[in-house]
C-alpha cells in the first residue's frame, strides 16, 4: 500500500471508529497527525465521532491535541464538545487540550458545545482544573510567608478534582496511594483549607462573576473525606483509609443497601455549607423524598447531578468495590463480578463470598 493512501486511510478508520486497523497504521509508521483536505487530524475526526479508545491510542502515540490547522480554526476539543461524549472530552482535557483556545470566529470549546446545547460537554470542561490553576496554592500570596499548598501535593489533588467517579472508595484509595497528602500529616490539613477557599471562590460574587456549583460541591465532598482522616488520632493513614473502606463496601444482607454509604453521602450534601445554592437545592430535591434503603442511592443522585449522566452506565467491566471502568481482575468462581486490584477483591469478599458461593453452586447443579 502506498505511503498516501495509508495516510489517509487513517484518518477513515478513526472517523469509522475502527480502533485495529488506526492500531496496525501506527504501528505501520503512518504520521499519527496526518491531514485531510480540509486540515482535520485523524484526532480531530475521532473526537468528533465520539471514538474514546480511538483518541487515547492516537495520544499515546503522540498527537497533537491542540492542533489547530483545521480551514476554521477548530481543535479536536472543539469536535469533541460537540461530538456530545463527555468521555472524549475528559481524555482531551487530561491530554493538555486548551479550553480558552478559539477557532476563527473567536469561539472556544465551551462555547460551541453551549450553542448546540451539549450541556455535559460545556461542565466537563468548564469544571476542569489544570495543573497550572493549582500553581496559584504553591505560591505564597500577598503577606503570606508560606504557599497554601505543597507542591509535591498538586498531581495528586489535580487527580482528586477531576474525578468523576465519587465512590467514597475511590476517592479514599486516590488519597492512599497519594502519600505526600499525609506525610507530613499537616499537608491533610493544608488541602482541606485549600478545599475551603476555592469553594468561596467558585461561589463567593467576590471572587467570581459565574458562580460554579459542580466544583463547589465537589470540592465539599473531597474536603469531607480529607477532614475526616486528619482528625483521627493515628498516623498509620493508609490502614485508616483501608478500615474506612471497608464501611463503605458494607452492604445489608437482605437488600444489598449499602446503609453507612447512604447516611454518609446524604450527610455530607446536607453540611454544604451555602444553603442557597442552585445545585445544592436540586440535590436534596432528589434526595430527600427517597426513604432509606430504596434507590436511586444518593451516590447515583450526586453522580448524576456533576457528570449528567450516571456514571455506572456506559462503562464496562466495573470495579465492584469501588466503580471504576476496566477493572482486570475476576472472581474466579462466579466470574461474574470484576476488581481493578487486589485491594478492592480482597474488601468486597466478605459480602461477595454469599452471592457467589450460591450462584456457583446452581451454576454445578
Not at 201 to 226: G, V
Request: aromatic content about 8%; hydrophobic content about 30%; proline content about 4%.
Amino acid at each position: 500500500m502506498a505511503q498516501e493512501s495509508k495516510e489517509k486511510t487513517i484518518i477513515d478508520y478513526a472517523t469509522d471508529g475502527n480502533f485495529d486497523d488506526v492500531e496496525r497504521l501506527l504501528r505501520e509508521q503512518v504520521p499519527v497527525d496526518t491531514h485531510d483536505e480540509h486540515g482535520m487530524t485523524s484526532l480531530q475526526h475521532a473526537a468528533y465521532k465520539g471514538h474514546a479508545k480511538i483518541c487515547s491510542l492516537l495520544l499515546a502515540h503522540g498527537a497533537d491535541v491542540n492542533d489547530h490547522e483545521h480551514d476554521q480554526g477548530y481543535t479536536a476539543l472543539m469536535f469533541g464538545a460537540l461530538s456530545g461524549n463527555t468521555e472524549v472530552v475528559r481524555i482531551l482535557l487530561e491530554a493538555g487540550a486548551k479550553t480558552h483556545q478559539t477557532n476563527r470566529l473567536g469561539r472556544t470549546a465551551a462555547q460551541l458545545a453551549a450553542f448546540t446545547g451539549q450541556k455535559q460537554c460545556v461542565d466537563t470542561i468548564n469544571n476542569y482544573v489544570t495543573l497550572d490553576d493549582l500553581k496559584y496554592y504553591t505560591i505564597p500570596q500577598g503577606q503570606e510567608t508560606e504557599a497554601k499548598l505543597p507542591e509535591s501535593c498538586i498531581a495528586g489533588f489535580q487527580r482528586l478534582l477531576i474525578t468523576i467517579n465519587f465512590n467514597p472508595v475511590h476517592l479514599l484509595k486516590i488519597i492512599r496511594n497519594h502519600s505526600e497528602f499525609y506525610k507530613p500529616k499537616t499537608n491533610l490539613k493544608k488541602l482541606s483549607d485549600t478545599l475551603a477557599l476555592m469553594i468561596e471562590k467558585s461561589l463567593d460574587p467576590y471572587h467570581t462573576n459565574e458562580p460554579n456549583d459542580i466544583l463547589a460541591i465537589k470540592s465539599h465532598y473531597i474536603k469531607t473525606f480529607i477532614d475526616n482522616i486528619f482528625e483521627k488520632n493515628t498516623d498509620d493513614v493508609e490502614k485508616t483509609c483501608a478500615d474506612w473502606s471497608k464501611k463503605f463496601v458494607q452492604e445489608n444482607e437482605t437488600t444489598g443497601f449499602k446503609l453507612y454509604e447512604e447516611k454518609f453521602i446524604r450527610e455530607n450534601i446536607r453540611n454544604f455549607p451555602y444553603k442557597q445554592c442552585p445545585l445544592l437545592q436540586q440535590l436534596v430535591r432528589l434526595i430527600a423524598p427517597v426513604q432509606l434503603g430504596q434507590n436511586p442511592s444518593a451516590l447515583t443522585v450526586l453522580t448524576t447531578t456533576l457528570n449528567g449522566r450516571a456514571f455506572e452506565d456506559e462503562i464496562p467491566n466495573r470495579c465492584d468495590a469501588c466503580s471504576q471502568p476496566n477493572a482486570t481482575r475476576r472472581c474466579t468462581a462466579c466470574k461474574s463480578v470484576y476488581y481493578c486490584d487486589e485491594f478492592c477483591q480482597r474488601l468486597r469478599w466478605p459480602t461477595h463470598k454469599r452471592i457467589c458461593s450460591s450462584s456457583t453452586k446452581e451454576e454445578n447443579k
